[in-house]
């Protein structure tokens, strides 16, 4: 039987697992790391972790440990290695073989050797606090394998706004692309002697670090990217003061999206897309900032952005692949209908058909000579309102001797406008701006020549309507 296996379920053990494989070249998978392997990265990670900035940032993460505590910080840097070596060795000594069951709470396969608290295990009680522990025991069961491994995780963690985050994910080829990422920087910056600390993307907003990774995890999965993959963020601080939890769950539906966005073809108009939900958060609430194109980066760094938000909180961002006041969009309806269809779970045939009837309403448009329409159709405020801008246009092109009808009832009930449960519900708004989508791809030069188009300038609404 081997030490480790992949995903034994317990995300911080999982992390250090990962940690471990990485650390070592991402050659061993988890079922081949040996003692030997454990010790060679004992003897790396000890020194590191001894470096002040590590000492720092560790006290957010295992508070009260050897690396904190001043009087032993006193002895010098050479005794604290020493001490850590001699803790971490005495764990490793105790490393069994996964068995076929146990008490431990990282693998659930092996006996507890190890009443581990807040200390050493991140968001645990705190000792004597009985309370916080099944069974009124000072701290919680672990075996050596897995309490060394959590020491080893904090390696795969990411600094976002005074806070970590650790992934845990049902792949395990994303835990590893998310830990290489980071182990990489440090084993990097190590070798150029800067002992800066964890890995910092320099995104003070958890959502926003996430989603950095996520490009990271892209461009490591490379051609091969299949498999759903799911996240589930934990931001958090296990400060003495206090601890914090956040956590942020990213859909497959998302990260299959995101593959496609972040595409050579792509990647241009997801930048866009992703710039104008900047917000900055102001007496009045969140402002844009996109608008000022001269804006530093860490201006960014330091804001929440709406897409982001969205798409963790499985709200809809169709507002933003539109810029309303310029009547432009800041895609193709190519990556527009792969968002509708991955991330909205929207039917082909219904994109497909929205497409057409959009294609249609902008030839009336053109046609007329005139964007009264589309000035109605931006405007309308109810979803009768909305139903009688088509009719006009649908009026219009018969007049115009328009050969085929601008959609059949069928199409009416089953595409455009489906039925909802809740009929203040009828989601017309969501079928309008999928129109307008598609009339400012076909019309924004057009709109343009002829005057139509009053502003340059991005604007976006911050969410879409529910309804
Ligand atoms: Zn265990």
Redesign the pocket.
Known sequence: MPIYEKL?GNPF?DAGVCAICEWLGGHPQPNEITVEDLQEVVQQVVPLYCESEYRTQIRFIFPNSTLTQHSKIQKGIQSLNEELKSEWFHQLCKVTDLGDT?D???????S?DFHLKKTEVPLTGSGSLRNFFPLFAEGVG??A???LAIQLAPLGFVRSGGKFLALHSNSWKAISYWTRTCIEDVISRGSRNEFTGFFDPKESKAQNALFYMVRKMIEYEKARSDGNITMQVYSFSNDNRKAELDLYHLPARVFNFLRYAHRAQYAKNWYLIVRSGYRRQTKKGFQNIDSDKTNPTEIYQKSTNLVYNNLLEDKSIRGFFIDKLARKTRSNWELFSLYLQEVRTMEQTRVEKIKQVGNLISECIQESKDDKRLKQLERAKSYGECRNILRYVIRERIQQGAPEPLFSIDDYMEYLFPASDNLNLTPWRETRDLLLFRIYEQLHSWLQEHGYVEYEEENTSDADDAS
């Not at 431990?104 to 092996?110: A, E, F, P, S, Y």
């Open positions: 034994m053990v146990g431990c709470m990282g693998c659930g396969r092996r507890a672990y075996c394998a897995c309490a």
